[in-house]
């Protein structure tokens, strides 16, 4: 019987949904959702914030060799001058007779400590600043899934998991206090890279916990779980919206506390202890189970038995392939082969099945997240109110959550990637041509249509987005699922590098962004139609396996 369906059979017989699964679920849920917070909070803690240059106290001009004061009353000529966001002109009726920039700084219509972008000055000419720092935690999200991620399948989850969760806390906590912006940009990075890896260890910890079955309730689970904590970040925006930025962060931060407590309440993946054969662990931690659940462990340590799981027999494995090691090299290699998940990267980059499903997964997640993020960070414009704005972007997630969840498990992963995403770039694009062209004027009340196909797209988009999120880990195998869910990651969060210009672009062309999305977002169902399905399947705990699942699907296709 293949690892996958062995593992399967001891949760069932460890009562899959008792009490320790779902403790073990919400703390790592929490994690995950609580990571999810400071994602985008620059939309809050580095807005713009409205501004003119501040009031000079002197102007000296030389005009046809004769210097004067042109802010004195005591000039004949009446000089008018207006300050600008980021120039004072000096007109002469209606002659412009001088331009500069603004000498003495910037006048803010709040507090100017309202926000990064006002405390340090990051408007005019070092406005590309503040859409730079969320560049730069895109940054330090593509150096941790690249380089990172590696740890958790060479070490196990756990371990790896907690020390990326308390990185993460500390720096979150000193990054509100940074003296200056290089200081705060170096603490992104940091930030970006420890929370790559707290969302992909504790990703990957959630879908291991439970068996094939279910495992479309992980991602049900945090699609509403995502929606809720963008309204808590609104909500916490909202709420200290008259104090500093800083007091945000650290409220936000707090929401991270939890980090030092997760020793004593997560364990290690039962998965990647069978695939590296730490069986003795592995009947410990069933042990746990089922002490926890009310469950006899029986049941369960005797399927690891049957199928040789059992740490017994992998003792007289070992003194038996000591004995055989001369006459037999072959089973040695094969054992070593399929026990040791320190992988080579070198030998991932050769393998033809590893690189497909990682160049095409890599297209898929990367054109989701530049479009979601895109969108989600010029949400605030859809109203006059700022908060609001954002709310009403946010909410539409909520009913694409529940048509994720109806959907994801009846008609599969595939189906549901190519549909919603076709959905997604008609809405999206209809919308744009709705609003930003001539027919708009033979339709009555098109800006709402357009509105409402806005916000029609952005729903499919997340339900498109949600069930890649759960096909990807899927389409790894256990021994190399850190490393393929991470090189995914990193691609995705290349795109996160590029979206916070999307309000740049949207300022100059504002049919650009809607239009760029939705054109790729119908390219989405043409490269997800060579990916296998993986609904209903086992996990795949090697690559050959992974093989085999490619092979068994291509036979059974039409």
Avoid at 140 to 147: D, S, T, V, W
Avoid at 183 to 193: D, E, P, T
Wanted: hydrophobic share 45%.
């Amino acid at each position: 019987m293949e690892q996958g369906a062995v593992i399967d059979q001891v949760l069932y017989a460890l009562k899959w949904n008792g009490f320790y699964q779902k403790s073990r679920l919400a703390i790592i849920l929490a994690a995950y959702v609580t990571g999810a917070l400071h994602y985008i909070s620059v939309v809050f803690i580095g807005r713009s914030v409205p501004h003119q240059c501040r009031r000079l106290l002197s102007l000296n001009l030389t005009i046809h060799d004769e210097s004067f004061n042109v802010l004195s009353n005591s000039t004949d000529v009446p000089y008018r001058v207006s300050y600008g966001q980021c120039r004072i002109d000096v007109k002469n009726d209606t002659d412009l007779i001088f331009t500069t920039h603004c000498r003495e700084g910037y006048e803010y219509v709040e507090a100017k400590m309202s926000s990064f972008v006002s405390e340090w000055d990051l408007v005019c000419e070092k406005e590309y600043f503040s859409d730079a720092s969320q560049t730069v935690l895109a940054g330090g999200y593509i150096f941790g899934a690249l380089f990172m991620s590696r740890f958790a399948d060479a070490y196990g989850r756990k371990v790896p998991y907690i020390l990326v969760s308390l990185v993460f806390f500390v720096v979150e906590v000193v990054s509100a206090f940074s003296p200056t912006y290089s200081f705060f940009m170096v603490l992104k990075f940091v930030l970006g890279a420890s929370g790559a890896c707290m969302y992909q260890f504790g990703h990957i910890q959630l879908l291991e916990l439970m068996p094939t079955s279910h495992r479309a309730l992980i991602e049900k689970l945090n699609s509403f779980m995502w929606t809720a904590s963008m309204l808590l970040l609104c909500l916490v925006a909202y709420l200290t919206r008259d104090l500093d930025w800083q007091y945000t962060m650290v409220i936000l931060a707090m929401f991270t506390s939890y980090a030092p407590f997760l020793w004593w309440t997560t364990d290690e993946s039962i998965r990647w202890l069978c695939a590296s054969k730490r069986y003795q662990e592995v009947e410990r931690i069933v042990e746990k189970i089922a002490r926890i659940n009310g469950v006899d462990p029986k049941t369960a340590l005797d399927v690891l038995k049957e199928n040789g799981y059992s740490h017994k027999d992998q003792e007289l494995n070992d003194i038996g392939l000591e004995v055989l090691t001369d006459s037999v090299p072959q089973v040695t290699s094969t054992v070593d082969q399929q026990g040791n998940n320190d992988i080579k990267l070198s030998k991932l980059l050769i393998n033809r099945r590893f690189l497909i499903v990682t160049s095409i997964m890599s297209s898929i997640w990367f054109v989701d997240a530049l479009s979601y993020d895109g969108l989600l960070l010029v949400s605030p414009s859809l109203h006059e109110d700022f908060y609001l704005g954002f709310v009403l972007a946010v909410v539409i997630e909520f009913p694409a959550t529940i048509l994720f969840c109806l959907l994801i498990n009846r008609i599969g992963r595939k189906k549901c990637i190519a549909i919603f995403h076709l959905l997604a770039g008609f809405f999206l694009v209809v919308s744009t041509v709705l609003l930003q062209t001539t027919i708009s004027e033979y339709i009555p009340y098109h800006y709402w249509i357009s509105l409402l196909l806005s916000l029609l797209g952005r729903l499919a988009l997340t339900t498109g987005y949600s069930s890649v999120l759960i096909f990807v880990p899927e389409s790894f195998p256990t021994s190399v699922r850190n490393i393929g869910f991470g090189m995914t990651c990193a691609v995705s969060s290349s795109a996160s590098l590029l979206a916070p210009y999307t309000r740049t672009l949207s300022r100059h062309l504002p049919w650009a962004p809607n239009v760029c999305f939705g054109v790729m977002c119908i390219v989405v169902p043409l490269l997800v139609v060579l990916l296998p399905e993986t609904r209903g399947l086992e996990l795949s705990q090697t690559l050959d396996d992974m093989e085999k699942v490619t092979q068994k699907t291509t036979k059974t296709q039409p």
